[in-house]
């Protein structure tokens, strides 16, 4: 069965402390795996798809990585307008079915 | 343009109401999904189709009624709800590219509550 675990659950920075997000999977065959970043009360918005072990993709203070077990999201200098909630996904061959992770909640003080 | 539009935003209503949710897209893309989101937690899939038909139903109860008249739009027919159902209802529509990964992009969601 396909398991996504996102660490950790909740994250508190400073502004301008860098840290990373881990999404680990197990998936018999992976597709794609995907970053969304969420607000509260909003829909999920689109960040980076990862196809192979060794891509990697920037987006401002953002960069997504993948290894054959794992990816993580790098946060360089994040502001307060990071704040959100940043979910991993992915997606088998068999389908169009995302399995998602928890999340990881995290909150950037001024 | 990566927009997925869903109205209405907000939806209050009674156990015995009918009402519906609606989603459109202008991207050309010929899957589109329903999920519900539950706070706290991340989307779980209800409804996909593909090529304007109903590819995937993940064992969703009957008082909600998925509809795709046209490509680009998406209706969820909502009737005897429970209040459980109250929940963020998004949808998502991607191009649906066979061989590959495909990308999802979701809409801002209809908050639902169900008294």
């Known amino acids: 069965e396909d398991q996504v675990t996102q660490s950790p659950e909740a994250l508190r920075l400073q502004e301008g402390e860098s840290s990373s997000l881990n999404c680990s999977y197990t998936?018999?065959?992976?597709?794609?795996l995907f970053w969304y970043r969420q607000d509260p009360g909003k829909g999920p918005e689109f960040l980076f798809t990862l196809y192979s072990a060794g891509e990697e993709k920037e987006k401002e203070r953002l960069k997504a990585t993948l290894t054959k077990k794992e990816s993580f999201l790098h946060i360089t200098a994040p502001k307060p307008e990071d704040s959100a909630t940043y979910l991993c996904a992915l997606v088998r061959p068999s389908g169009s079915r995302l399995t998602f992770g928890e999340g990881t909640q995290l909150t950037v003080n001024p | 343009d990566t927009e997925v539009t869903q109205t209405p935003k907000h939806l209050v209503m009674g156990m015995t109401n009918k009402k519906s949710l609606k989603c459109e897209q202008h991207m050309g893309h010929r899957a589109m999904y329903w999920y519900k989101q539950k706070a706290k937690k991340p989307p779980e899939l209800m409804f996909v189709y593909s090529y304007e038909k109903l590819s995937i139903n993940e064992s969703v109860p009957s008082r909600f009624s998925p509809e795709c008249p046209n490509s680009s739009l998406l209706n969820l027919h909502l009737h005897a709800l429970q209040p459980e159902d109250s929940a963020l209802y998004l949808c998502a529509s991607s191009p649906y590219r066979s061989g590959g990964a495909d990308t999802q992009y979701f809409g801002p969601g209809t908050r639902l509550t169900v008294l």
């Open positions: 998936v018999s065959g992976l597709r794609g």
